[in-house]
């Protein structure tokens, strides 16, 4: 069983889930149409969904939002500047996580939903990440999702800061575990200074 994998039922095309539903908005998820990427980010995608961290993610963008691809860039960003992340119906998504098994991502949403005794609209995950990179998503996936959907200069303001503030923390707990492992000993430089 491999999750957040699917195809849109109208057309078959092969798809990611990236949100399987929005917050406020229970009947809409965001996918990743794999056939639009390029072979490097199409690999790394599909390396991220079946590795361990992938699989263990209630939502994929989770990962993918502190997952690097081949330029350095960070993956849900790239794949949400670029276009490639489309915002459908959830009953226009079959999940196929087999061969031998498909579901409606609708269905498979009521499903968890009721295992954990909330309702279909609580499964978002929440936070302010999430409500600006989904909040101007492109809709439908049979739609043109080659020409980029470009962010307004304060949502990418907002996510620089974002990205920032979570590298910054990210650094300094790097930081703080190097010096754990082997304290950096200061060296002591005598400064010239040469008169011109």
């Known amino acids: 069983m491999l999750k957040h994998v699917g195809r849109m039922v109208q057309n078959q095309r092969r798809i990611v889930v990236a949100y399987k539903t929005l917050p406020?908005?229970?009947?809409?998820?965001?996918?990743?149409?794999?056939?639009?990427?390029?072979?490097a980010d199409h690999d790394s995608l599909i390396k991220l969904v079946e590795s361990p961290a992938g699989q263990e993610?209630?939502?994929?963008?989770?990962?993918?939002?502190?997952?690097k691809l081949s330029d350095g860039s960070t993956m849900l960003a790239r794949f949400?500047?670029?276009?490639?992340m489309v915002k459908v119906a959830t009953k226009d998504v079959e999940m196929v996580p087999n061969s031998n098994t498909t579901i409606l991502l609708s269905e498979?949403?009521?499903?968890?939903?009721?295992?954990?005794?909330?309702s279909v609209s609580d499964l978002a995950v929440k936070g302010p990440e999430t409500l600006a990179s989904v909040s101007d998503v492109p809709s439908t996936a049979t739609?043109?999702?080659?020409?980029?959907?470009?962010?307004?200069?304060a949502a990418l303001a907002a996510k620089y800061r974002s990205d920032a503030d979570r590298l910054y923390k990210e650094?300094?707990?790097?930081?703080?575990?190097?010096?754990?492992?082997?304290?950096?000993?200061?060296k002591s430089k005598a400064k010239s200074t040469q008169s011109a």
Do not use: Y
């Open 24 to 39: 406020n908005d229970a009947d809409h998820c965001v996918v990743v149409t794999t056939e639009n990427l390029e072979a």
């Open 108 to 118: 498979l949403n009521e499903v968890i939903a009721q295992q954990k005794g909330v």
């Open 143 to 153: 739609s043109d999702t080659s020409s980029p959907d470009v962010l307004d200069d």
């Open 171 to 186: 650094a300094k707990q790097l930081r703080e575990m190097a010096e754990e492992l082997v304290p950096t000993t200061k």
């Open 57 to 67: 993610a209630e939502d994929l963008a989770t990962v993918m939002a502190r997952t």
């Open 80 to 84: 949400h500047t670029t276009g490639k």
